[in-house]
């Protein structure tokens, strides 16, 4: 019988346990042949977050020049004419407090006002009409009051003749309306893609959506052989369909990334919007750096495999201990709930159920030992609470419960075992000597006893005693014999501890005991 008791229970372990490390088995297979792709994009992710970082970082600078421009340009409405001086000290301090090198406020008519106080024809730059348009573009959005438009420039008209990317801010959101035009330097774009990384063989472009290339920074050797990313990559016939698409992508936006070789130089670039005009930046990084990280990766995931197939091999050894372990923590975990269960949650003592049961246990197997049972109430305790507040009335009893069990032995057991009583049953007292030595202890704990953290409060109890089993050979009996006596001590006026029995039964020493408590205050 009992052998096949144990060939169950080793069936019920081997078999799934089997099962198990076949499910394993077909994960970590299917789990090699998906890596590669996984491990492929992860790194694309990686690098997908670069491009994302420097368009974002471009966005920024570009928004923060034309966010100044806001505040200033709407100052300086309708002062073109009547105060060129405040004009002038407006777009120097933009000019001043911002990267842009050159401000123009443009009203109505030709003229427009440099921050030098220089009058610019802007109707004869070569730019003007895709100024136009995107101040029309601006009056058809009504929502802006104060809106931004940005376009490139090959040549800013100017004496400095640079390339720049020119905010167009309206002020009164009409075509005909004011404008301030900031010019921010395109190679300050430069220190954006200053920092060297993945070995310092990537390039950086900023493109429009019709892959004109702003501009370019890093190593780019024969792929910018022209001024155009979709001209350069024309030399890939073999990608012109993904290529097709990673531009609808551009114009629409988008993420990505792709792979072109071009004259034997392999290249993954991974592209994000900057969130203006549709521009993007690209971000080609060496094919061999590429795939050394994918490498790493590959190795990693490697190692995770086979450290995935020693742990199968000694999965039955670990069954064995976890199964050992799971069994004493459960045996824990049951005796953190009993106790749990048998603990007061006001004063972390025993609750009425545990001080009752416990009692018991102690009076079934040692009958004959001799043992001292306290019942307590506090006195005046329904006044506590209606002048003081239930909340200090709970203070008490949490301070009653902490500091008694200092007074008394680990192996008693005390507990509250009503709203206000408390019961303290002393083990082991076989001596008339040791049951008033106890009954005096607990009598001095109450001259010295005070609660509340700010408002101190000196509690005071009623005490009845009674002495297992002289006095009870069971629980109830003995408590009816202590509550009796608390009656007793109640009735002689409170802040007493009373001894149940006749009086000329009682020894000298308890009745010493019981006279000190009536004189102490």
């Not at 499910?23 to 299917?30: E, G, K, S, V």
């Not at 005909?176 to 060297?196: A, T």
Request: proline share 1%; aromatic share 10%; net charge negative.
């Amino acid at each position: 019988m009992k052998a096949g008791k144990t060939k169950s229970a080793i069936l019920q372990w081997f078999i799934p346990t089997c099962l198990l490390i076949v499910i394993i088995l077909a994960m970590l297979y299917n789990f090699s042949v998906k890596s590669s792709q996984t491990v492929a994009k992860d790194v694309e992710g990686m690098f997908v977050d670069t491009a994302r970082r420097y368009a974002s970082r471009m966005n920024y600078e570009l928004v923060r020049m034309s966010d100044a421009g806001k505040p200033i340009g709407y100052l300086m409405q309708g002062y073109i004419r009547s105060n060129k001086r405040f004009m002038v000290e407006m777009s120097e301090a933009l000019c001043y407090n911002t990267d842009a090198y050159a401000v123009i406020y443009y009203s109505h008519g030709d003229e427009g006002l440099l921050h030098d106080g220089e009058q610019v024809s802007v109707t004869e730059l070569s730019y003007f009409d895709e100024i136009q348009k995107a101040m029309k573009d601006i009056e058809k959005d009504s929502s802006e009051d104060v809106a931004v438009r940005y376009i490139y420039v090959e040549n800013d008209g100017l004496e400095t003749e640079r390339r720049a990317v020119v905010a167009i801010v309206s002020v009164d959101g009409k075509a005909d309306g004011d404008k301030l035009l900031m010019y921010y330097p395109i190679e300050l774009l430069q220190k954006i893609f200053s920092k060297k990384e993945y070995d310092g063989q990537c390039f950086y472009v900023v493109t429009g959506p019709d892959g004109k290339i702003i501009e370019k920074a890093g190593t780019w050797s024969s792929f910018f052989m022209t001024d155009n990313l979709w001209n350069t990559l024309k030399g890939d016939s073999a990608r012109e369909e993904e290529i097709a698409n990673v531009a609808a992508r551009m114009g629409n936006e988008m993420s990505g990334s792709f792979q072109v070789e071009i004259e034997g130089e392999s290249r993954t670039c991974v592209y994000a919007p900057v969130g203006i005009n549709n521009w993007s930046v690209v971000v080609g990084i060496n094919q061999s750096y590429v795939d050394s990280i994918r490498n790493k990766e590959w190795k990693n995931t490697e190692k995770m495999i086979y450290q995935l197939l020693a742990a199968i091999l000694v999965f039955f050894g670990l069954v064995v201990v976890i199964n050992i372990f799971n069994r004493i923590k459960a045996g824990q975990e049951s005796r953190k709930l009993e106790e749990k269960a048998d603990t007061d949650l006001l004063t972390s003592l025993n609750n009425k159920l545990a001080t009752e049961r416990k009692i018991k246990e102690y009076m079934e197997k040692m009958p004959d030992e001799q043992g001292l049972l306290f019942v307590l109430d506090i006195d005046n305790f329904k006044k506590i609470n209606d002048t003081l507040g239930h909340a200090f009335g709970d203070e008490v009893l949490r301070t009653l419960g902490h500091s008694i069990g200092a007074v008394f032995r680990a192996t008693d057991i005390i507990g509250r075992t009503g709203g206000d009583e408390f019961t303290i049953f002393l083990k082991h007292l076989n001596e008339e000597e040791l049951l008033e030595k106890e009954a005096a202890k607990l009598c001095n704990f109450f001259k010295n006893f005070q609660a509340g953290e700010y408002v101190k409060y000196a509690a005071t109890a009623s005490i009845g005693a009674a002495v297992f089993p002289r006095d009870g050979k069971d629980f109830e009996t003995l408590y009816k014999a202590a509550d009796s006596a608390l009656y007793v001590a109640k009735k002689r006026g409170k802040s007493q501890l009373a001894f149940y029995g006749d009086e000329e039964t009682k020894s000298e020493g308890k009745k010493k005991v019981e006279a000190e408590s009536r004189s102490r205050e």
